[in-house]
């Protein structure tokens, strides 16, 4: 191992290890509340930039797989008694098979139309949870008993869901890079970069992004069952407006999209930013971290088109086999 | 159902469509020039909706006077927006073409909030408050329909500035050149044409649109800062519909949804109607991208190019 | 190696190709010249299933390809270049190259040390981590080779794979080529600059108007009449007598 | 003093350098062809001159003023028309609607309607068709349409880039008819041509673009007759 990588190496289980660590003394639940954000946030703009930024495939329509997985495992808990350590794949299997038939449809648009089609597809999911009442309650929501217990995925502190969190962001770092290291990585960016040449150079497309499309709404519905978990109560408004599928985008591409930490780090500056204005204003200023937001976006988008992440790491980190 | 019940629907339908047709056709115009889609079309149009409720409710100025004021205001506002965001993404890559309108339409909405708060606001006009009755037309079979005077109203003016504005882009030689630096821009640069212009003045006319369509829209809906979010997801539709770029597709379009949204809101019920339309969106977006109702649209032009080479 | 029959591509209906037949064997170098607007990267986009064409057949060892996707046809060992060269540009050289090497070999390692052995082939082994966008037009020609020589083919596609470099680096890419003939590799070259065409080819097919005008070898054929009537218009060829 | 006088020209895209040093000159009513192979630069040189290209360096005066560095739109207002390569006409645009847009420029913006009839006399063909959409016209009349559009402009000089580019040999005769014609309204024309014999015989002046740079230039006949061009075109 070279000097650099041993760097790289001792930075990553310091990284780890903060994360790992800071939440045992944090003893405030309104921090604790800002890391399961943060974790889930990241893990969720994570899985969205396995299709879109790596698979250039940008959808608008994220929201639908987050809340199919938020509603699966909470519906099939509380009709059928099974418990969301189940329920959880449930919906992650029922979001991969409808990502790949959205994919099979949708695939051969092109970028503006994509997004447009997958906006709405997720409007129509959203529609789909708010009306059809005999399954979802529509605005009224679904309550989850408030039962600790570890089989049904409550947890008695806040604790429980910090490291349950960080668990998954962890898996979706692990799947991406390993993703980027994988055959299928390499295909999915050379389609990105150019179709013409990816098939001339004997890559099968549509494949290789239906596959990136499988994981990504996959990834996405297992964290919507969590953050259901979490929250104990969803209805439409908080697992599968269409805010959602903009707001999980845009942490990626401040973030910089197509790397393996970028969309992480564009929730560890977000969230933050929200949890400090809350403190701050309280509800005195609604809106604020979204103008705020919006602002970024488009800063980033024109200055840093690479994302924040991206800038650092060509920067720091130009051919570091760890950092991606 | 009864003929007069269906002629009801249809009629009510097609003024609604009226509507729809004129916010729609900004935002066709915009991506057939420069091939950016708006993401903040429907802010604009919220911005319009608060710019006439404002004036009627400080100034007690009539929200079909308001445009007056608002046209101008609008072409304005879309020039800066074109210097100053728009342009940046011409030719970017596309991520940046689809978020910097996205970011836009956040800031707009979340600024609304700010300011205005989330309240819904309304304008009624004493002139307005009696529907028209039309017929009985016992020739035809039909009772009394019922009009509402504010929707016959925005139809009247909404298509009318329509079809105004399509015969302009057809026969004015402004609209020629921009239907020119549509199809080829650089070409038309060897023309003598200074494209950042009519991009500025495309971008500023389809603003424009929307602002008057928000004159004719405050004294019907209730605005509030996301009333953009639910108008723009329609505009797409019709957009799409009508063949991305396509003005008369748009026209037609707008009418064909406003007719199936009143119809699958009576006979489904008024909360998943959305989702029909949606779901023709899809259709339509996969199987005939050009459109239903255009005339050429991008896809045909894309064509085109793609032999010349 | 190939055997085209009877292929037709039209445009909107214009011929762009009309009937066109002809053989490749295993080993030949093989020119494909005409002007501007003959066809030939439209036939090279028909050999590689970009395009189809509705008529006749293509045999490629023995198998018939006209129906296949272009990545199947790549996988079976025909790879193309692009005249317009299309590099990954966010990606390294290196990684351009692997992602060639991935459609053949097994996994990710054996790719990169393929890769990194053709890079030292086609002499881009100092160009290795520089993004595809950053290369000079020589050096994007040079990828293009590289990338579909990482494919393994047996028969390759070269469009234009000269046109804009200077002297040396055109001196470069014909030692390249003569190379890539030493591996054994079949070759199909379009090319414009003719002494370097009529230098390195066995053979060369002329296209004009989407017809097969002249076959044979580069003298017969640069002084066929058909030939330089196509280059030079009908007046030339009668002011020389 | 000659119309368009270019000195020391060089042209790159990205690093890649395509045109090396190139001069030339036009004269007022001059009709001056630049021939060449495939590649060697031609285009470039009418694109670089036409201000679409951003890497460029050298001077270009024309009509006693430097354009070097001007906007394409105002290079086209300065009376410097440029007819592409490969036809570009609007595709949906009607026949007529393409020739208004050529009128473009201020200089005849005023003069339209007269400018449109003068058009039609030459090209009584567009006349027939002139409310049909460009695109659907074929590749000879696609081609007239764009010279003509050329020439709405009520150019000072015309640079044509191929005008007989992808054209049947019958077409190509026709269009050298019409530019015969246009060279009798005392229209400068520079031309960019693949077609060797006929661009010369046509033209008072040639130059040899050869790898990016003039290796030969001459009138027409003694170009005609020099060994070398051959050897520029085929390479041996």
Redesign the interface.
């Known amino acids: 191992m070279n000097k650099g990588a041993k760097r790289d190496v001792l930075i990553l289980i310091a990284g780890v290890a903060f994360f790992a660590l800071l939440p045992l003394f944090v003893k405030n639940d309104f921090y604790l509340d800002g890391f399961i954000l943060i974790f889930v946030w990241g893990a969720f703009a994570g899985a969205w930039n396995i299709i879109s930024g790596y698979g250039g495939m940008v959808s608008l329509g994220h929201n639908a797989f987050f809340g199919i997985g938020a509603y699966t495992s909470t519906l099939l808990f509380l009709r059928q008694g099974v418990s969301p350590w189940v329920g959880m794949w449930a919906g992650a299997v029922i979001a991969a098979v409808i990502g790949v038939i959205l994919g099979v449809i949708c695939f051969r648009l092109r970028s503006h139309y994509f997004a447009l089609a997958t906006l709405a597809f997720g409007q129509v999911a959203s529609i789909l949870a708010l009306n059809w009442r005999g399954l979802t309650e529509g605005a009224e929501g679904l309550t989850l008993p408030i039962h600790p217990s570890f089989t049904k995925m409550i947890f008695a502190t806040k604790l429980g869901y910090v490291y349950m969190g960080l668990g998954l962001l962890i898996a979706v770092l692990l799947i991406t890079y390993f993703i980027e290291n994988s055959k299928l990585g390499y295909f999915l960016v050379a389609f990105r970069e150019n179709e013409d040449a990816a098939r001339a150079l004997g890559v099968r497309t549509g494949r290789v992004r239906l596959v990136a499309m499988a994981v990504s709404s996959a990834l996405s519905a297992l964290i919507g069952s969590f953050y259901a978990q979490y929250l104990l109560y969803i209805d439409p408004s908080s697992v599968i407006r269409l805010q959602i599928a903009v707001q999980v985008a845009l942490f990626a591409i401040v973030g910089g999209v197509g790397t393996v930490f970028g969309p992480f780090i564009g929730a560890l500056i977000f969230i933050p930013i929200t949890i400090f204005l809350r403190a701050k204003l309280g509800s005195a200023l609604p809106g604020l971290h979204m103008v705020i937001y919006g602002g970024i976006l488009i800063l980033v988008l024109f200055y840093m088109p690479k994302g924040i992440y991206g800038m650092l790491r060509e920067k720091y980190f130009p051919s570091s086999r760890i950092f991606k | 159902m009864s003929s007069t019940l269906f002629a009801q629907l249809v009629i009510s339908g097609i003024l609604l469509g009226g509507i729809y047709a004129l916010s729609s056709i900004g935002l066709t115009l915009i991506f057939g020039v420069m ?1 950016i ?1 708006n993401f903040a079309h429907g802010e604009f149009l919220m911005l319009a909706m608060y710019v006439s409720f404002w004036l009627f409710h400080s100034l007690h100025i009539d929200p079909y006077l308001s445009m007056v004021i608002s046209v101008p205001l609008f072409f304005v506002v879309g020039m800066l927006t074109y210097k100053i ?1 728009i342009r ?2 011409i030719g ?9 309108t ?6 707009i ?6 300011f205005w ?2 309240d819904f606001r309304t304008v009624s006009l004493a002139y307005l408050s009696k529907p028209l009755i039309v017929g009985p037309f016992p020739g035809l079979g039909l009772e009394e329909i019922i009009v509402n005077k504010a929707r016959f109203i925005a139809f009247f003016l909404g298509i009318s500035l329509s079809v105004a504005f399509y015969l302009f882009m057809k026969f004015s ?1 402004l609209g ?2 921009i ?2 630096t549509s ?2 821009r ?10 950042d212009r009519v991009y500025t003045l495309s971008f500023a006319m389809g603003i424009l649109l929307v602002g008057i369509a928000g004159a004719l829209m405050i004294p019907i809906y209730t605005v509030h ?1 996301f009333v953009g ?1 639910e108008f723009v ?1 329609i505009m ?2 019709v957009v ?1 519909l009508g063949g991305m770029g396509s003005i008369m597709g748009a026209m037609i379009a707008g009418l064909f949804i406003g007719v199936v949204e009143v119809f699958s809101g009576f006979l489904i ?1 008024p ?2 109607k ?2 029909i339309y ?2 023709v ?2 259709a339509v ?2 199987f005939r ?1 050009s459109g239903l109702f255009g005339e ?1 649209g991008e896809e045909e ?1 894309e064509r ?1 190019e793609a ?3 | 190696m190939l055997e085209v029959r009877d292929i037709s591509k039209w445009f909107g209906g214009n011929p762009v190709l009309h009937d066109i037949t002809f053989r490749i064997e295993q080993g030949e170098v093989v020119g494909l010249i005409g002007p501007n607007g003959a066809g030939k990267t439209t036939l090279f986009n028909v050999l590689s299933g970009f395009y189809r064409s509705k008529t006749g057949a293509i045999r490629f060892k023995g198998e018939e390809i006209s129906r296949l996707n272009p990545e199947d046809i790549c996988r079976k060992g025909l790879c193309r270049t692009f005249q317009i060269t299309k590099p990954f540009s966010n990606l390294t050289v290196f990684n351009n190259v692997v992602i060639g090497a991935l459609s053949r070999e097994r996994g990710i390692r054996q790719a990169e040390k393929k890769a990194d052995e053709i890079l030292d082939l086609v002499e881009m082994t100092s160009k290795r981590d520089l993004p595809g966008r950053s290369l000079t037009i020589a050096d994007r020609k040079r990828l293009e080779v590289a990338r579909a020589l990482a494919t393994s083919p047996d028969l390759l596609l070269l469009d234009e794979v000269m046109a804009g470099l200077n002297p040396n680096e055109l001196k470069g890419m014909i030692d390249l080529v003569k190379r890539l003939t030493e591996l054994g590799i079949t070759l199909f070259v379009i090319e414009h600059i003719m002494t370097v065409i009529m230098g390195i080819s066995d053979r060369i097919i002329a296209l004009d108007h989407g017809e097969l005008i002249c076959e044979g070898p580069p003298k017969k054929v640069a002084d066929d009449p058909k030939v330089l009537k196509a280059y030079l218009g009908e007046d030339y060829v009668a002011a020389q007598g | 003093m000659s119309l368009l006088k270019v000195e020391n020209l060089n042209v790159s895209y990205g690093d890649v350098q395509v045109l090396h040093e190139v001069s030339l000159e036009v004269g007022r009513g001059e009709v001056v062809t630049i021939v060449g192979a495939n590649a060697a630069g031609k285009s470039t040189l009418l694109r670089a001159l036409s201000g679409l290209l951003k890497k460029v360096s050298g001077s270009i005066h024309f009509n006693s003023e430097e354009i070097l560095g001007k906007p394409a739109f105002e290079i086209a207002e300065k009376g410097l028309i440029h007819v592409p390569e490969g036809r570009r006409v609007f595709p949906l645009l009607t026949v007529q609607e393409n020739l208004e847009i050529g009128a473009y420029t201020q200089r005849v913006r005023g003069n339209l309607k007269g400018k449109l009839r003068e058009v039609y006399e030459i090209f009584p063909a567009l006349a027939e068709h002139k409310g049909q959409a460009a695109g659907s016209l074929s590749g000879g009349e696609q081609q007239m349409l764009a010279i003509a559009r050329g020439l709405m402009a009520d150019p000072i000089l015309l640079m044509i880039d191929e005008p007989s580019l992808g054209l049947a040999p019958i077409l190509v005769a026709k269009t050298f008819q019409t530019l015969e014609e246009i060279k009798k309204e005392d229209v400068t024309i520079l031309l960019v041509e693949q077609n060797v014999v006929r661009a010369l015989e046509f033209s008072d002046r040639a130059y040899v673009l050869e790898n990016g740079r003039v290796t030969l230039q001459g009138t027409g006949p003694e170009l005609l007759k020099d060994p070398y061009l051959k050897k520029a075109y085929m390479g041996l």
């Open positions: 091939k889609v965001f940046k993404t970017a890559p596309i991520l940046a073409q689809i978020f910097v996205v970011g836009l339409s956040i800031i909405e979340n600024l609304a909030l700010l708060s989330a030689y020629k050149v239907r020119a199809q080829d650089t070409t038309a640069l060897l023309m003598g044409i200074n494209i800062p979010f997801l797409f539709v799409v019920g909360e998943s959305q989702a949606f779901l969106f899809i977006l996969v991208p050429k032009l085109i032999i010349g080479e």
